[in-house]
């Protein structure tokens, strides 16, 4: 059970409206239309949620921090390059795990409790190949 | 039940004190009592909640409030009842008062105190500048 979740501090998250909408502030950002944008999102605790986001172009990976003024994008991707990779996962603690999307984005927390069976890899695979058919 | 309705009468809309000269069951009826206004106490937050927009017993309302409804109404109930076993309370309004709407506050604080070390673990993503 997570005590904190208690808390109206979890309403102080962006909607996911609003996280579609943060892709538009990256430098790597083409224009794609952000209103049919995917969400995985991977990662989620009192005060972080870590999303991927996929345009028809690119995968952006972005980090909504209720402390911070706006979700961050941290880094963005051709999603032909994310297309069929194997995900490498490694545990961290009871209830996050690593995974490296790919050789350039390694070490992202993902939470082990949204994933139960471990499927990390195949629901990210799922992700980007049915964003690809969009 | 008529001796525990009775007993809540006395309590709640005669504003006298229950002992043994005037109930069978003292007890229950200070304990339940308990519950009851502890509901109440939730009942409120959730109206302030949304009246406001904050909750003073700083709970995130949702589903989550029945099982705030249903768990603060036990504990006061317990508490209610450890009072009694302890003797450390009339069986009065004044007390039900004290206890359905200070254990929900003890819960809240508990909560808050776990929450906060769950936090301070909490590993946390690095915000680089974007690559």
């Not at chain 1, 490498?88 to 490296?100: A, F, P, S």
């Not at chain 2, 009775?6 to 304990?31: D, R, Y």
């Not at chain 2, 906060?116 to 673990?121: D, G, R, S, V």
Request: charged letters at 25%.
């Amino acid at each position: 059970m997570q005590f904190s979740k208690f808390f109206d501090d979890y309403d102080k998250f962006r909607s996911e409206a609003d996280i579609r909408s943060a892709i538009a502030t990256s430098k790597n950002y083409g224009g794609e239309d952000v209103s049919k944008a995917r969400l995985f999102k991977f990662f989620d605790t009192s005060k972080q949620r870590s999303y991927l986001i996929a345009t028809v172009q690119k995968v952006y990976c972005l980090v909504d921090d209720i402390r911070e003024n706006e979700p961050r994008v941290i880094w963005s991707e051709d999603i032909a390059k994310l297309t069929g990779i194997a995900l490498e996962i490694y545990d961290k603690t009871d209830r996050t795990g690593l995974v490296d999307f790919g050789s350039k984005h390694k070490n992202w927390l993902f939470t082990k409790a949204m994933f139960p069976n471990n499927d990390i890899a195949s629901r990210f695979n799922d992700f980007v190949s049915s964003s690809t058919e969009n | 039940m008529e001796n525990l309705l009775a007993g809540l009468e006395v309590m709640f809309f005669n504003l006298e004190i229950v002992n043994n000269t005037n109930n069978e069951n003292p007890v229950l009826v200070f304990s339940v009592a308990c519950a009851i206004i502890g509901a109440f106490a939730v009942v409120l937050d959730f109206i302030v909640y949304h009246a406001r927009g904050a909750s003073l017993l700083k709970l995130r309302h949702g589903w989550m409030t029945l099982f705030f409804l249903f768990g603060w109404s036990f504990g006061a109930l317990v508490v209610g009842w450890i009072g009694q076993v302890v003797d450390m309370f009339l069986v009065s309004i004044s007390a039900a008062i004290l206890v359905g709407f200070s254990w929900p506050i003890l819960l809240t604080k508990w909560l808050e105190e776990r929450a906060e070390k769950e936090q301070q673990e909490e590993p946390e993503q690095e915000l680089v500048e974007e690559v």
